[in-house]
């Protein structure tokens, strides 16, 4: 037996013994592993992590394990919240390639900031089960930008095993500017940003009219719906996330506050942040950055590099990992891989990352911060939904893998469809070999 499959086993062991009694008990206590709080501190040796109806009553050392909880034996194992995907399109798409199963956007429909993803999520999905088995637990998804700038209405949602995927539907606007957001208005940043700026000038048009005074007038360029969906941007009322890579097109998107000061302002993908880390850190607007772009795929990334996120951090910025149009329907897996490159980069001489403590908050409190959610997601603070993976080892590595992972204390099954695939042609037996093994 191959030591993947071996390692594969005990994981499916280790669980099982781990919650030999029902999941549905009311108060769980996970004693004795290294407990990351997820908020930045460092990790604490031989913690408890104490559950109660679904979320953290309290985590850390000292922790009194409750009368009657269910105790769950961590020695030897890493205790933490679960991850949090600060990008994604995880529930929209099944197969990228065959549009019936691609809700991710609507090339030929009529709305563009109006469309809300929540209805289109589909939380059986076969990413939804890998990502899962990953100790991935809650995501930002948003939608793709069609004719429009304005992708519409994105969700959080979590990853458990079972259709109430939504956690919070119509969380954040998403624009895409930049290279996309210009094909998108005319071949322009100039034309990108006037079509953004006139978008938030109609919703607020929208809102005076709201109060009695004659307002969306007949030659708007957004219908009434997509106008009415602006407005709560325009208030403050939910996140307006803006695709942007350059520096120039960062700093452009921050003094659009001075016009409409109620924007609550996340900047998303930004590969040349760094370069005006100390402008995002004075505007106090969070960002969720691809944290390994070190190449200029596009002419607006001809700063890139891995120190981005690192020297962004230095800076003040608040940091959260992303992965917008990086497999980011799929592959959101891949985050804690790059938390763990992040920390490898302070390795580097002349290079900037992240300390362990400040990589793992990025793919966790991180993406909560930069929603609004952190006071009930993205750590293992008192009062959080009861997100916690135990896993074999340091998270940030590739040789580690959860052994169990539970979502609002509910405990999830790690199988998959990838695992039964693997297991199923590993190692075909002779005489009943399926057909593309015959000969």
């Known amino acids: 037996m191959s030591l993947d499959m071996t390692k594969a086993l005990l994981f499916v062991s280790a669980a099982a013994t781990l919650f030999a009694a029902p999941a549905a008990a009311q108060t769980i206590a996970i004693t004795g592993g290294k407990v990351v709080i997820g908020d930045g501190s460092a990790p604490i040796e031989g913690g408890t992590v104490v559950l109660r109806d679904g979320k953290v009553v309290a985590a850390g050392a000292g922790v009194a394990v ?5 105790v769950v034996d961590a020695a030897g194992r890493w205790v933490t ?3 949090f995907a600060g990008f994604s399109r995880i529930g929209l798409v ?5 549009r019936e199963t691609n809700d991710s956007s609507a090339n030929t429909g009529d709305f563009s900031a109006a469309i809300d ?3 289109a999520i589909n939380a059986k999905v076969t990413p939804i089960a890998v990502n899962r088995a990953a100790g991935i637990t809650r995501a930002v998804v948003a939608p793709e930008a069609p004719a429009s700038i304005f992708a519409g209405m994105g969700a959080l949602i979590d990853l458990g095993d079972d259709y109430n995927a939504v956690t919070k539907a119509r969380a954040f606007q998403f624009v895409e500017l930049g290279e996309t957001g210009s094909s998108k208005a005319g071949g322009s940043r100039a034309s990108a940003f006037l079509e953004f700026r006139n978008g938030l000038i109609e919703a607020r048009a929208l809102a005076v009219g709201q109060r009695g005074v004659a307002a969306h007038p007949h030659d708007a360029l957004l219908n009434r719906q997509d106008a009415a969906a602006l407005l709560p941007v325009v208030n403050g009322e939910i996140r307006l996330l803006v695709h942007v890579e350059r520096a120039a097109d960062i700093l452009n998107v921050i003094k659009l506050r001075e016009e409409f000061p109620a924007l609550k302002l996340v900047l998303v993908g930004v590969s040349e942040g760094w370069l005006v880390a100390n402008q995002i850190a004075a505007a106090g607007v969070p960002v969720i950055a691809s944290a390994l772009n070190d190449l200029p795929s ?3 990334k001809t700063a890139a590099t891995q120190s981005n ?3 962004m951090k230095q800076a003040g910025v608040t940091i959260a990992i992303g992965m917008i149009d990086d497999s980011d329907a799929h592959k959101l897996h891949y985050s804690p891989q790059y938390a763990g490159n992040l920390v490898a980069l302070q390795r580097v001489p002349g290079a900037t990352g992240l300390s362990w403590d400040q990589a793992f908050a990025a793919i966790t409190s991180g993406p909560a911060q930069a929603m609004g959610v952190d ?4 750590s293992l603070k008192p009062g959080r939904q009861g997100d916690v993976v135990i896993w074999d080892g340091d998270p940030l590595e590739l040789s580690s893998a959860p052994v169990a992972v539970m979502i609002d204390g509910v405990q999830q099954p790690l199988g998959n469809r990838q ?7 590993r190692t075909p037996q002779e005489g009943a070999l399926p057909k593309a093994y015959e000969r």
């Open 298 to 300: 596009d002419f607006e």
């Open 117 to 119: 993803v929540a209805p």
């Open 94 to 98: 099944e197969v990228e390639a065959v």
């Open 375 to 378: 006071a009930m997601l993205g």
């Open 81 to 83: 919240p679960g991850l």
């Open 419 to 425: 695992a039964k695939l693997r297991d199923r042609y």
């Open 309 to 311: 996120i690192g020297r």
């Open 66 to 70: 409750p009368a009657g909880a269910q």
